[in-house]
């Protein structure tokens, strides 16, 4: 039962990982922006990953709302150039947000991007890098506390850990680290104003599924060492119960017979 909810995890987050940025862009953003050749609804975004940083785009596709409320002046600009006219919210996770955005990046079929190439990614989501930020060895770019601060996780290369809030080793849902840093108080106030940047909720996100999925593999090393720990027992069992029979037949030798035997023909 354990084995088969692994493989099942494995598979789902296989599915995951082959997340394409095409099939996201045609399903929530192709009835209203088109790649080239002008605006539709909204603006045209060929180029725009040139035009904007990795994180504006982020925010904005998230909630383009809430930046006009913060007073983004950026936000705010396109948003009167197109007559005050709301763009939809989204929820993404930190992964489809890089493959959506590496897809507006370089388009396949797209001007300047060779028909059927791959998309490469904008960056490359690392749990060891996750890691880093979780523990505070890399610090967030905006200048964030780091996570350890006030949680834990059990992973084999992370020691210590805060007690102020849970314990994350089980935490990892798609999306996590977005939408906590949005809902929880405490997260709220310690990432307001020093936002964390969507690679960085990319790296975060990628450990703590990691993490997750070595708790389940866990279990499967207890067993195994505890099966190793109780041959070893065995095998002592084993010896000291031979080694009392030994004893118990091996009160004389047979060298010593013999040596009797031979002693008895040479004195006749
Ligand atoms: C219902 C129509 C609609 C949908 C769906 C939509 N947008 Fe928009 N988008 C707009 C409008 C209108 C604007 C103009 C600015 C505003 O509304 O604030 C805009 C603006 C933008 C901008 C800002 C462009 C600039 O010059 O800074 C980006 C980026 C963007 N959209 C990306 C997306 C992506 C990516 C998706 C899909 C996930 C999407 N949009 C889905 C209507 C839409
Ligand atoms: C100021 C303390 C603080 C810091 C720093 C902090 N958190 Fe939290 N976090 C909390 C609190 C409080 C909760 C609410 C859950 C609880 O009561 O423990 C929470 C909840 C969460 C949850 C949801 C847990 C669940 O299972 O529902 C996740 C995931 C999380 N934090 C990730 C992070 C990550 C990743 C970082 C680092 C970027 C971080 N947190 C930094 C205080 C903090």
Not at 207 to 227: A, P
Request: net charge positive.
């Amino acid at each position: 039962m354990k084995y088969l909810t692994l493989i099942v995890f494995i598979l789902f987050s296989g599915i995951l990982a082959a997340q394409d940025g095409k099939a996201l862009y045609d399903k929530n953003c192709k009835a209203c922006h088109k790649i080239g050749g002008g605006k539709l609804v909204g603006p045209d975004l060929a180029g725009i990953t040139k035009k904007r940083s990795v994180d504006w785009l982020s925010k904005f596709i998230m909630s383009s709302a809430n930046m006009i409320a913060a007073g983004d002046k950026e936000a705010i600009k396109v948003f009167e150039e197109f007559a005050k006219m709301p763009m939809p919210s989204h929820t993404f996770a930190p992964a489809e947000l890089n493959a959506l955005l590496s897809y507006l990046n370089n388009p396949v079929g797209g001007a300047g991007a060779e028909q059927g190439s791959e998309v490469p990614q904008l960056f490359t989501p690392n749990a060891d890098l996750g890691r880093d930020l979780f523990t505070g060895k890399t610090r967030l770019v905006n200048g964030g506390a780091s996570c350890i601060s006030c949680h834990s996780v059990k992973d084999e290369k992370v020691f210590f850990g805060g007690t102020l809030a849970k314990d994350l080793s089980t935490s990892y849902n798609v999306g996590i680290v977005g939408t906590m840093a949005t809902s929880m108080p405490a997260m709220i106030s310690a990432y307001k104003t020093h936002e964390l940047a969507l690679s960085e909720k990319a790296h975060l996100e990628l450990f703590l599924k990691t993490v997750k999925e070595n708790q389940l593999f866990t279990h499967s090393r207890q067993l195994q060492s505890l099966v190793f720990l109780g041959g070893i027992v065995f095998f002592f069992v084993l010896v000291l119960v031979s080694g009392f029979f030994w004893k118990q037949t091996k009160k004389v030798s047979v060298k010593d017979e013999i040596f009797k035997r031979q002693k008895k023909v040479l004195q006749q």
